[in-house]
């Protein structure tokens, strides 16, 4: 039997996340759990797969998505409701379920009166919804940014305006020139462990490393950076990742770019 659980303010101490949810007592982790709290009342939704193993309740994904408006993407998606995350793992995948919790983005979208639904995607490297999800549920492709990201948008009205992604410049990057800079949000809870190895990595190799959190959802949707938004490391003014749980990578480019 499967189940969806909406985790919300009151529950989400007995149900906890679905990322890294063994280690619950973590920073990171309560960090996230803070960051829901805050924006639950902006709206968010944040949504367990709850599947039947051994006999045990246990979740096997899960969708978090919130108002255009509020979302933590570098794109402009106001009036729309946008998913930040969609993931569905081990014997719960290829069963439907990926397309269950995408019909709850949906039902809730159009119950609160939005524009419809949208959602950021990569066709390579990982960490991001492969368009398909969306594709098979009339999601249709509405902005690309290289090297490989696009904009998927459910409209239920022709007359919906488009979201897009908002405009990135090295520029904006350029100021980060000095070491290694880590532009994070409490969003994501692998990024307090990546901070850590990333920190205490420059400090062994002599680099100068700062970590700077953004607090607000404006950073992320204009920051200028990189459209992931509320996640980027950044080593002498050029972005070297986005992937917050990617620890052993993102120290391997820095020893490249460096």
Known sequence: ??????????????????????????????????????RFKEGLKYKLL??????????????EYIPGEYNWRGIDAK???????????G???KKGN???????????????????????????????PNPKIFEKHGFKKVAEMEPYFKLYALAF??????PKFHPISEK???????????????????????????DEHCTSKSINFKAIKMTKCSEAQQGGIH???????????KVISYKPGMRKETIERINKCI
């Open 91 to 93: 014997q719960a995948k």
């Open 79 to 89: 009036g729309w409701m946008v998913i930040h995350c969609l993931w569905v793992t």
């Open 172 to 198: 904006n990057a350029e100021k980060y020139k000095d070491g290694v800079t880590i532009l994070y949000s409490a969003q994501c809870p692998h990024v307090s462990d990546l901070i850590k190895e990333v």
């Open 50 to 63: 709850i599947v039947k193993e051994r006999g045990k309740d246990t979740s096997r994904g899960f969708v």
């Open 98 to 128: 990926g397309s269950r919790l995408v019909k709850e983005v949906i039902k809730d979208a159009k119950e609160q009166g939005l524009y419809g639904v949208v959602a950021m995607t990569a066709d390579k490297q990982g960490w991001m």
């Open 157 to 162: 009205s022709e007359n919906a305006p488009s």
């Open 1 to 38: 039997m499967v189940q969806i659980i909406d985790v919300n303010e009151e529950n989400i101490d007995k149900y906890g996340l679905f990322c890294r949810k063994s280690y619950m007592k973590s920073e990171g982790n309560q960090n996230k759990v803070k960051w829901l709290k805050e």
């Open 227 to 237: 459209p992931y938004g509320l996640y980027s490391c950044l080593c002498n003014g």
